[in-house]
């Protein structure tokens, strides 16, 4: 049997995954052999995802992990499976930095320089605002790193940052970020999460 195992995949990402495997095993497998996914949980903390990709790499001798979805938790799993020679294919994660781990880190996905560019063009080009503010959730390299760009395209374009303000996943209160951007007066508010 090939066992493959994951972290916690978004639900439409294991949808997909579950139809491909279902494909690919109706038209005989892989080598001939049957495909199965094990899906385990990470809880959407990049600790515990290093804590079941090393059980996945070490305990269970998988042949490749699947997963994340987040770019901060891929990062974690990256770490792990890298020196492990262990191959890692993420459906989700654009952060830059995930696929900069090293050879055995892939992705299927845009990568955020391009998302955040490309939303900053159709601010500018088809929304056709000169001026924007930020709200970035500073613990979520996908987040950070859709602003950062989004920011850099903007400016380069002619935009105006006029305010950029910080939360963190989990937060229930942004009436202090939403009080300083009203302050400023944007066309729109870019929130990448």
Do not use: W
């Not at 090939?2 to 639900?11: I, N, V």
Request: glycine share 10%.
């Amino acid at each position: 049997d090939l066992t493959g195992k994951t972290a916690q995949f978004g639900e439409s990402t294991r949808d997909g995954v579950a139809l491909a495997v279902e494909e690919a095993n109706a038209a005989g497998g892989v080598l001939g052999k049957k495909i199965r996914i094990q899906l385990e949980d990470n809880n959407g903390l990049p600790q515990q995802t290093s804590q079941v990709v090393r059980k996945l790499v070490y305990q269970d001798n998988v042949l490749a992990v699947l997963g994340e979805v987040a770019s901060s938790r891929s990062i974690a799993g990256a770490k792990v499976c890298q020196p492990a020679g262990m191959p890692m294919i993420s459906p989700t994660s654009t952060n830059p930095e995930v696929t900069k781990i090293g050879n055995y880190i892939f992705r299927t996905c845009f990568i955020d320089p391009f998302q955040g560019t490309v939303c900053a063009r159709f601010a500018k080009d088809h929304l056709k605002v000169k001026n924007a503010a930020v709200l970035t959730d500073v613990k979520n390299a996908y987040s950070v790193g859709l602003s950062k760009y989004f920011i850099e395209e903007f400016k380069r374009g002619g935009g105006q940052i006029v305010a950029e303000q910080n939360y963190k996943e989990g937060d229930e209160n942004f009436r202090s970020q939403l009080a300083a951007i009203k302050t400023k007066n944007p066309q729109v508010i870019f929130i990448p999460g």
